[in-house]
């Protein structure tokens, strides 16, 4: 069978618009963007207060440990100075960031932060806080605390 030069045109442009149109395979440069928008879909979605809340207790965990030139949380409503460590251990400082006076030790289940410190002057030996960041701000039951920097 002959084909005319219009029939072998035709063929080939149905051909690209069908690949072209989702009809074909898809490319891997068109996998890894829908991969992209579906991880960009479920950050966002981590984010929301909805969310999975096994996701929010890890970025409460991650928000709770000191960064680069910090180390601990001070509040204007409290005179200790807490450090959260990733091993459990809950650190308290007097209202001077001198050496640790206490140690106690720390849990979160959600929103819920556990800390435990036997013999820590005025503190409870157990208490239990809602946890929550309020931009930079760490806010523990009523009180709000930010990062503690030493002065240069």
Partial sequence: MIY?????ALIL???????????????????ADKDSAQTEETTNKAAEPD?????????????LFSVDGTYGWRSEQDENLYD??????????????EATMWQGKWTLEADQLSLECKDCGTLP???TLTV???GENLVLGDKTYTRYAPEQ
């Avoid at 959260?84 to 960031?97: A, L, M, N, T, V």
């Fill in 4 to 8: 005319s030069t219009q029939n072998l």
């Fill in 125 to 127: 030996a157990k208490q």
């Fill in 51 to 63: 969310a999975n809340p096994e996701a929010l207790e890890g970025d409460l965990k991650e928000f």
């Fill in 84 to 97: 959260f460590f990733k091993d459990g251990r809950w650190i308290i400082q007097g209202p001077e960031g």
């Fill in 132 to 134: 929550k960041k309020d």
């Fill in 13 to 31: 442009l149905s051909a690209v618009l069908f690949f072209n149109c989702g009809g074909g395979e898809t490319s891997s440069e068109e996998t």
